[in-house]
């Protein structure tokens, strides 16, 4: 598959939301809501779940699954009490010290004028800046479209993964084709430099590895992503707090280091 075929695999609209990775993952969950400032955003859905005999805080990007709840939860595209209920979220898991699991699918953060008169760009720069210093396990996996910083303000994980259909970019490539040539019809040309697919995101060390998918037998898939979540997990609860840390920072710091040949 081309990189805009990705694309439009990631955009489509059977993929399994995020909420239903929620249920095919964890047992005994409990959603919580509102962000203690405004109000509560559909568009994102947290709360606390068993991974088999774990506690864990989820926190997951959902876009709906007909049209009247894809309208409610803006499509996906998360508001600042959605990244602030987020955080008031992980800043719980911290406190109790369990660790995080956070599924993205949004094409960018909701940019109506009711969301930057509410401080959209700060909601996701503090969501960004508080996810680095978490003295937790944070895992994120990307299970459609990862778009900008409204992807990102859920991906400063120690781990990120990436459904094999996934795509992963700083900007949509309607937007870079607009930009760049001046044209959006270029989109497939924009999606193939901007190399957003889940393979390259993995090549590039964006994400540690690449999740096949197989959503003819859902519950199967899932029971794979719980395993490795759980290998994952019982590998950083041997690190302490600091050490989580300054495995974030790490991870992130190397992020466009490259080699020119002579």
Known sequence: MTAYEK???????????????????FHDCMELHGDRRFGDDAAIVGGIGWLDDQP???????????????????FGCPKPEGY???????????????????????????????????????????????????RVPVISIVIGEGGSGGALA????????MLENAVYSVISPEGCASILWKDAAKVEDAAEV????????????????V??????????????IRETLKNDLANMQQMSPEQLQQNRYERFRKFGIYGERA
């Open 7 to 25: 694309l439009k695999a990631a955009r489509g609209s059977r993929r399994p939301t995020g909420a239903a990775y929620v249920d095919g993952i």
């Open 56 to 74: 864990v805080t989820y926190i997951a990007i959902d876009r709906g699954t007909d049209i009247q709840s894809r309208m409610a939860k803006n």
């Open 84 to 134: 602030r209920k987020g955080l008031r979220l992980m800043k719980q898991a911290e406190k109790f010290g369990r660790p995080v699991i956070c599924f993205v699918d949004t094409q960018g953060a909701f940019c109506g004028a009711d969301a930057e008169e509410r401080g959209q760009g700060q909601a996701i720069a503090e969501s960004i800046m508080e996810m680095m210093n978490l």
């Open 194 to 209: 901007l190399h957003i697919t889940a393979d390259d995101m993995k090549n590039l060390g964006v994400a540690e590895d």
């Open 154 to 161: 859920l991906a400063s994980a120690n781990r990120v993964y």
């Open 211 to 224: 999740i096949k998918e197989d959503f003819n037998d859902f519950p199967t898939m899932c029971q794979g």
